[in-house]
């Protein structure tokens, strides 16, 4: 059974960093792109950033690019996403997601529970 | 603002059919068969019910088909049923620069 785990969320004050993690089981990790998606309460979502099953190929949602890190351990089976300069906007349900594909082509086929990150004073 | 326009709402009748519309440009679903559509239930994760425009993924029911003309995609959903009420999100590939995108979702109410 495919799981996605995130971890790493909570309450940061403007400005400040957080890193947070997913950790999968149940599929060959290194076999498939991973990716990060948010919901800030109450709206739509919104996918933040992608990395190809090698890290070869990365990308960001403009809104956090320079700001956020998408990386991850085949190793550990585990995704990460260090966040800095972290604004009010950022609050959000973060979701760590599979691809389908070794290299991404958005089609998001499992997904975690979600983190909760609050940016706030 | 979204990227890709969809209805804020549809409703239906259980055993009808509806469709949701997902209109973007020609530098985003116009140009790629990577059109995706995401179930949302309240308090859940979403769901993959559709993928590359018009592939189901193993497990969703073939009530769900998906397609797309030009620059629109389209989701529908026929024999509604009360368990299909839910959010619903398309997201479409939309170039190297800009990588993906999604619709500001559409509430989907089962009269």
């Known amino acids: 059974e495919v799981q996605l785990v995130e971890s790493g969320g909570g309450l940061v004050q403007p400005g400040r960093s957080l890193r947070l993690s997913c950790a999968a089981s149940?599929?060959?990790?290194?076999?498939?792109?991973m990716h990060w998606v948010r919901q800030a309460p109450g709206k739509g979502l919104e996918w933040v950033s992608g990395?190809?099953?090698?890290?070869?190929?990365?990308g960001y949602a403009d809104s956090v690019k320079g700001r956020f890190t998408i990386s991850r351990d085949n190793a550990k089976n585990s995704l990460y996403l260090q966040m800095n300069s972290l604004r009010a906007e950022d609050t959000a349900l973060y979701y760590c997601?599979?691809?389908?594909?070794?290299?991404?082509?958005?089609?998001?086929?499992?997904w975690g529970q979600g983190t909760l990150v609050t940016v706030s004073s | 603002q979204s990227a890709l326009t969809q209805p804020a709402s549809v409703s239906g009748s259980p055993g009808q059919s509806i469709t949701i519309s997902c209109t973007g440009t020609s530098s985003d679903v116009g140009s790629y068969n990577l059109v995706s559509w995401y179930q949302q239930h309240p308090g859940k994760a979403p769901k993959l019910m559709i993928y590359e425009v018009s592939k189901r993924p193993s497990g969703v029911s073939n009530r769900f088909s998906g397609s797309k003309s030009g620059n629109t995609a389209s989701l529908t959903i026929s024999g509604l049923q009360a368990e299909d009420e839910a959010d619903y999100y398309c997201?479409?590939?939309?170039?190297?620069?800009?990588?993906?995108?999604f619709g500001g979702g559409t509430k989907l109410t089962v009269l």
């Open positions: 149940g599929f060959t990790f290194d076999d498939y792109a």
């Open positions: 990395i190809s099953w090698n890290s070869g190929s990365i």
């Open positions: 997201c479409s590939y939309a170039g190297s620069s800009t990588f993906w995108v």
């Open positions: 997601a599979k691809d389908m594909g070794a290299v991404a082509k958005g089609n998001f086929d499992y």
